[in-house]
């Protein structure tokens, strides 16, 4: 998804529509997640990680291969709305199957930050290759032959996916609580901790998405090639791979909240100075920092979210946490295109910015220990 994400805006923009049009575009990515992410964390929890998988494997590698064929606009779309649905499932039933393995709060730290470097690594991975491949792999730079071949490889990398974890055995199931009432998501946001958290993971959320838009957008006005732009993607999600490696170690010494906190204020600060960035390498600096501080998020998030949800909900949990950002990824990109093509990048960096550097406060209580994790 990584990959698609740079490499189908880029043909968009290449093949002349506007950055309204490719916010839209984006916006697909989270479309499908959005109403598939609570059926799927239900049914993750029905039946725990394999046979989700299978089923997102088949349609990621059907949707992208898609645009491999035909690289026109609609079938894009098509493709957008495949490859976010199937990642977004995966996501789920995976955080689902790591969260179980776990048998207490140090551990959760533990597997998650472990278990995040496979996004990291896969933000890198995506955007190089698939610029490499844009830039070099047809007759001239930028064809849409390279396009085609970027779309491919992108069809292969989810059987990849299967291989790998294929063999790996499920759990035991959580079963029901006795008399337990019937499911509703809503019954899980009236605990005040389950809603702040979904508050400042949104918020975290618009800040991966503004970079995601603006950086293609950005280089395109500026007229950087696809490698360049697949590389300053990549700069971000290797050092968000770095920090990640680094936080098994980190977490020991620092709560999940403060580092959530931190993450959230320096986010704000970073965003003021990005849009001023001159040059790829200074705007490659800048999403370093970015990565830096936002690869600590997640697993912190992740890790939190299972303190306080009872386990044989936590599918649902995280189908709910992944629904209300990619509620926020549909729209936030078509407002970015919207708002980018008004005022310029600049005013949007630093909206979510100020948003996110304010948000820092909620963030500091979000404290499981303070949190009723063991009601139903």
């Known amino acids: 998804m990584a990959g698609a994400r740079m490499a189908i805006p880029l043909l968009a923009l290449k093949q002349g529509f506007s950055p309204v049009a490719v916010g839209a575009l984006l916006a697909l990515f989270a479309l499908a997640p959005m109403f598939l992410a609570l059926p799927a964390g239900r049914y993750s929890d029905r039946r725990g990680l394999q046979k989700l998988m299978r089923v997102s494997v088949v349609i990621a590698a059907s949707g992208v291969l898609l645009s491999a064929v035909w690289p026109i606009f609609p079938v894009m779309c098509l493709s957008a709305l495949a490859v976010g649905g199937a990642t977004g499932m995966v996501l789920i039933a995976l955080q689902r199957h790591v969260g179980r393995m776990a048998t207490d709060p140090a551990a959760l730290k533990v597997a998650f930050s472990w278990l995040s470097l496979g996004p990291a690594v896969s933000n890198f991975v995506g955007p190089v290759a698939a610029g490499l491949l844009i830039d070099f792999a047809g007759p001239s730079a930028g064809d849409v032959v390279g396009f085609r071949w970027a779309f491919l490889l992108m069809a292969v990398f989810p059987l990849f996916t ?9 759990l035991p199931l959580s079963p029901e609580l006795p008399n337990a009432q019937p499911r509703r998501a809503l019954d899980l946001l009236a605990e005040p901790m389950m809603r702040r958290l979904l508050g400042v993971n949104w918020l975290l959320a618009s800040c991966w998405d503004v970079h995601t838009f603006v950086v293609p957008v950005l280089g395109h006005e500026r007229g950087y090639s696809a490698s360049v732009v697949g590389s300053i993607l990549g700069a ?4 968000s791979a770095f920090i990640r490696v680094c936080l098994p170690f980190i977490s020991k010494h620092v709560k999940e909240h403060q580092i959530i906190t931190f993450a959230m204020a320096c986010t704000g600060v970073i965003f003021v100075f990005y849009p001023f960035m001159p040059t790829p390498w200074a705007m490659a600096a800048c999403s370093i920092l970015l990565g830096l501080v936002l690869g600590t998020v997640q697993p912190m998030i992740m890790s939190t979210l299972h303190q306080i949800t009872p386990p044989h909900r936590q599918g649902e949990a995280l189908g709910l946490r992944l629904m209300s950002i990619n509620a926020s990824s549909v729209l936030m990109p078509m407002l970015f295109g919207a708002a980018g093509a ?17 948000g820092s406060r909620a963030a500091w209580f979000l404290r499981p220990g303070h949190a009723h994790a063991s009601k139903p």
Do not use: H, S
């Open 162 to 170: 299967w291989f790998w974890v294929r063999q790996v055995p499920e």
């Open 342 to 358: 008004i005022a310029g990048v600049a005013p949007v960096f630093w909206v979510v910015g100020a948003a996110v550097g304010t």
């Open 236 to 239: 971000f999600a290797l050092a």
